[in-house]
């Protein structure tokens, strides 16, 4: 059997048992242990198991588990209500300011923590009703939440840079400032977009009606005390990370301690709320890791049969591409992929094919993984397939349709567009911070 | 190149050639001079008979996975260290960086050619299951490359290093921490903070691979002067290998061998005096030599595990012994 | 659906909600371990377990909830076809897609067996300086990736039941898949 056929036979049956809407890690499971058993040879069977003591071995995925602990607790700590309540009042009085100040929330969950879900479940819960009370567009705003939200890989911490540094190799610090900037420059793009399309059609995003804007300077001012334990947060994570201090995972545990020393400061720390951070924690570690095994079983059979081989061949003989071009149609490739697959998987089984090639071609991985970032984002965006559509249709009140949550992020992927257009455009916008901390 | 001509492998001849995968314990970058060269000659000479391919630390299998692998047929070849791939022999132990057993380079294929390492070798292996032990080489020496500058032992106390277990084992009595990870992260560790730096190579390694790039220290003083590394292979495998086919991957593992002797030695020489990456630091003769003694109390304790171990240790005194007497340039002591 | 076969369900059901419920938890003793490691490495000698002790734990910790994590629901799938169907007709394309599942977690296992087979038989220890014996681990895998099994096959079992018009009453669980 030919490299370029058994590449092909591997990803075409992923996707049609995919289509089965089996759950994922089986799918992708199944293909790679049966794969090995017909066409590795002798020890193709043990191939699933020796993927997960490479799992176990991949170090910074312990990171995963403790950022998911800490975006749970931060959303049952109440840490968002007062934040909430300092954008709401702080941006009130502006057209769609209640839309902008819940991009600013996001940004700050975003810093606060290295996974969409926290902002999904905190954007949800805590602004979605209120937006949709004060009279807010539903299509609107449903897009500000899961836009936000996406923002939480891009800005510091992110756990797919993480696991993007790992398979890349690449600096995490260094990854993680990189993803700041171009994290700041989209939540501005998506305020700009907000403020434009409620000045042209105000019915969007009403002003807040007088009463509740009357709010004294004094208390204006008292309220941004709300941004204090998050910054502390921050710095208890990120910081201390960034400045050498702890190491990744220590640093990852930091935070969640810090977390949970939030809510016991707020006073929401009870037994009720602990259960419930733990097993939505286990939750979705369990999801994540589960699929990761599967992914890295199904890299190595993928691999070992030479298929890779067949991917690197397409790329570079038959195609004829230039980088730039290559650039693209990875890019592409990788948002049409992202539509269907999981984007933890397909990290693990689809970069790294496309990362040596990458830096082959000479471009700046640490670049490159912003760029990446950012497609995830999108694919995290996408339907048929991506875990905000599946929270949001959870999470948002019975007059928000499925149709409405599809339609709603349009204008959001075509801002994320832009963004990734000018981020290849000037790649500074990644690396000059990095280069300024780390004086490279 | 290489993918297209192992794309047109399978139709040679009409005949399905051999098909190995061989896993190294190296990373890409150092693959490309300690074990591709020679593969790539094997596939060459062996002209569609019989295709090696090769895959680097962690691909296929994970480390602490790959002799099992290797058992089981999961993989047919592998090039690693007895140490870091936990091998399921006594001797293991010295398949790796044993303390201060080797000085330079050459001490190794001495010892396994003329000394009796290689019978000692075949002998412990013949009693695994299903795994060939076929040719030892060597490597370069150990030193520590680091972030913080080492010039005392009091230094080495709360280092986290990457390191071989045995040597791991060894550094512990003077506060060194030893952290396992697979290869290829730890470059990304120093980064992340999960290592201070590693103690594993040289300083060609060091350069070669970007070690050079994330650490800033490079201490002169090395614990062993050379690596004993190892090409094995599943038994079952091997054997229905033809003759001369075998032959001719025995020409391979010393071609491999002898890029090492001259890449390294070059290198380490070269790379202290004109590399601009590292800086070197040195501990005083008179305070590294705590750390030669504690050797010897080491070897003692290594000795006392099993009656091969005791042969073993035996033969490294006696090779130290003929090398100081003869004097230089085999030991300037 | 046979007696012996609701019993089986009800079974596996109720050991790996236990399961699953000592697995949450392990989640402290991660965080724990990797606190104390920042602690020590802050203020006095780092250790030289810390780091392979938390990836013990990790591992524990996911794969031993792998049974309770699929009798909740909490696992993905790619639903572009699957939301549209009526619970019947995912229940009845589901008693066939889980036979995969179910391969894939079989497989795993006889691999988990040859490894943990030569971990005991030959002593096998992390080849790392602290050294720990591999087998406790690698039993502890096995035993979750049992677990697991049981569980898809009680899924399996469940979802037939569903597609057949007979389903299997939960107490006190989720919804069927
Ligand atoms: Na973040
Ligand atoms: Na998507």
Redesign the pocket.
């Known amino acids: 059997m030919s490299y370029e056929l058994i590449a092909l036979m591997m990803f075409s049956t992923m996707m049609l048992l995919l289509l089965t809407g089996q759950r994922i890690y089986g799918a992708i499971g199944f293909v790679a242990v049966a794969s090995a058993l017909l066409l590795w040879g002798d020890g193709g069977s043990e191939l699933g198991f020796s993927a997960a003591m490479k799992l176990m071995k991949w170090y910074p995925l312990l990171t995963l588990p403790m950022f998911i602990f800490m975006g749970y607790m931060l959303s049952e700590s109440g840490i968002a209500d007062d934040l909430y309540r300092m954008f709401h009042v702080w941006f009130g009085p502006v057209r769609g300011g209640l839309a902008v100040g819940t991009i600013g929330l996001m940004v700050v969950v975003?810093?606060?923590?290295?996974?969409s879900v926290a902002g999904m479940a905190i954007g949800a819960s805590i602004a979605l009703p209120e937006l949709l009370r004060r009279g807010y567009d539903k299509i609107m705003v449903t897009g500000v939440i899961q836009a936000g939200s996406s923002?939480?890989?891009?800005?510091?911490?992110?756990v797919v840079l993480v696991l993007y540094g790992m398979i890349a190799r690449q600096p995490i610090g260094q990854l993680w400032l990189a993803?700041a900037v171009p994290?700041l420059v989209m939540a501005g793009l998506f305020v700009i977009y907000i403020l434009i399309r409620c000045a042209l059609q105000p019915k969007l995003g009403p002003v807040l009606p007088k009463e509740e804007r009357q709010v004294s300077w004094g208390e204006k001012m008292r309220l941004l005390q709300a941004g204090i334990l998050p910054f502390l947060i921050f710095l208890s994570m990120t910081g201390l990370f960034v400045m050498g201090y702890t190491s990744l995972v220590e640093s990852s545990a930091v935070g969640a301690v810090a977390a949970t020393l939030a809510a016991l400061v707020k006073g929401r720390l009870t037994f009720k709320v602990l259960h419930t951070t733990v097993e939505k924690t286990l939750g979705i570690s369990a999801m994540f890791m589960w699929i990761i095994l599967a992914a890295l079983c199904f890299g190595a059979v993928f691999d070992g049969l030479g298929a890779v081989k067949a991917i690197e061949h397409l790329f570079i003989d038959k195609l004829g591409l230039g980088p730039w071009e290559i650039i693209i149609m990875m890019q592409i490739s990788f948002i049409l992929m992202g539509m269907f697959l999981d984007d933890t998987a397909m990290l693990v089984i689809v970069a790294p094919l496309y990362v040596p090639l990458v830096g082959a071609l000479g471009f700046d991985l640490i670049w490159y993984g912003v760029l990446y970032t950012i497609t995830c984002q999108i694919a995290y965006m996408t339907p048929p397939f991506g875990y905000n559509l599946f929270l949001m249709r959870a999470m948002a009140p019975p007059e928000v349709t499925l149709g409405d949550i599809y339609r709603s992020i349009i204008p959001f992927v075509i801002v994320m567009v832009l963004a990734m257009v000018l981020l290849m455009v000037f790649p500074e916008m990644a690396l000059w911070l990095p280069n300024k901390v780390y004086g490279l | 190149a290489t993918g297209a001509s192992a794309l047109a492998a399978p139709a040679v001849l009409g005949q399905s050639p051999i098909k190995w995968r061989l896993q190294t314990y190296a990373g890409v970058a150092l693959a490309e001079h300690v074990v591709k060269p020679a593969i790539d000659a094997f596939n060459k000479v062996a002209n569609g008979e019989m295709v090696i391919e090769l895959y680097t630390a962690d691909q296929l299998v994970p480390t602490g996975e790959l002799f099992r692998a290797m058992q089981a047929g999961t993989i047919d070849a592998v090039q690693s260290d007895e140490d870091s791939m936990a091998a399921p022999v006594d001797v293991s132990v010295f398949g790796g960086y044993f303390p201060f057993a080797t000085r330079y380079s050459l001490d190794v294929p001495v010892l396994f050619n003329q000394y009796g390492l290689k019978e000692i070798w075949e002998e412990a292996y013949s009693e695994v299951e299903n795994v060939t032990w076929l040719s030892a080489g060597s490597w370069d020496p150990c030193h520590f490359n680091t972030t913080k500058p080492i010039r005392s032992l009091e230094d080495l106390k709360g280092l986290r290093v990457y390191t071989f277990p045995t040597a791991g084992r060894f550094l512990t009595q003077f506060g060194v921490i030893p952290v396992n990870i697979p290869y290829e992260d730890a470059e990304v560790a120093v980064q992340t903070g999960e290592l201070d730096g590693m103690a594993w190579s040289g300083i060609t390694e060091d350069y070669t691979v970007g070690w050079a790039d994330v650490t800033k220290y490079f201490l002169t003083n090395n614990i062993t002067g050379a690596w004993i590394g190892s090409f094995f292979a599943n038994s079952e495998r091997w054997n229905e290998v033809p003759e001369h086919l075998q032959a001719l991957f025995r020409l391979c593992m010393d071609s491999s061998h002898y890029y090492r002797q001259w890449w390294y030695w070059g290198g380490e020489a070269n790379l202290r005096v004109n590399g601009d990456k590292l800086e070197l630091t040195s501990i005083p003769d008179s305070e590294w030599n705590q750390v030669v003694k504690a050797a010897e109390t080491f070897w003692e304790e290594v000795a006392a595990e099993s009656d091969r171990s005791k042969r073993v240790v035996e033969i490294l005194k006696k090779y130290a012994g003929v090398m100081e007497k003869a004097g230089p340039p085999y030991r300037c002591v | 659906m046979p007696e012996t076969v609701k019993r089986y369900v009800r079974y596996v059901d109720a050991l790996n909600r236990k399961v699953g419920l000592f697995a949450m938890y392990l989640i402290f003793g991660m965080l724990g371990i990797l606190f104390y490691s920042a602690i020590s490495k802050a203020f006095f000698l780092p250790s030289l377990w810390t780091l392979e002790m938390a990836q013990f734990v990790m591992v524990a910790y996911y794969m031993l909830g792998g049974g309770y994590t699929l009798q909740t629901g909490t696992h993905v799938r790619m639903d572009l076809l699957y939301s549209r169907w009526r619970p019947r007709t995912k229940a009845a394309v589901d008693s066939v897609t889980i036979l995969f599942l179910i391969f894939f977690l079989v497989l795993l296992l006889a691999g988990g067996y040859s490894s943990t087979e030569y971990a005991i038989r030959y002593g096998e220890e992390s080849y790392s300086a602290w050294a720990p014996k591999m087998w406790p681990i690698k039993v502890i895998m096995c035993i979750a990736i049992f677990l697991t099994l049981l569980q898809a096959v009680a899924t399996f079992f469940k979802n037939l039941a569903e597609a057949i018009g007979d389903p299997i009453e939960e107490i006190g669980g989720e919804a069927v898949s």
Do not use: D
């Not at chain 1, 975003?110 to 996974?115: D, E, F, K, R």
């Not at chain 1, 923002?151 to 992110?158: A, H, K, R």
């Open positions: 975003s810093a606060m923590n290295g996974l923002l939480g890989i891009l800005v510091p911490p992110s993803g994290g």
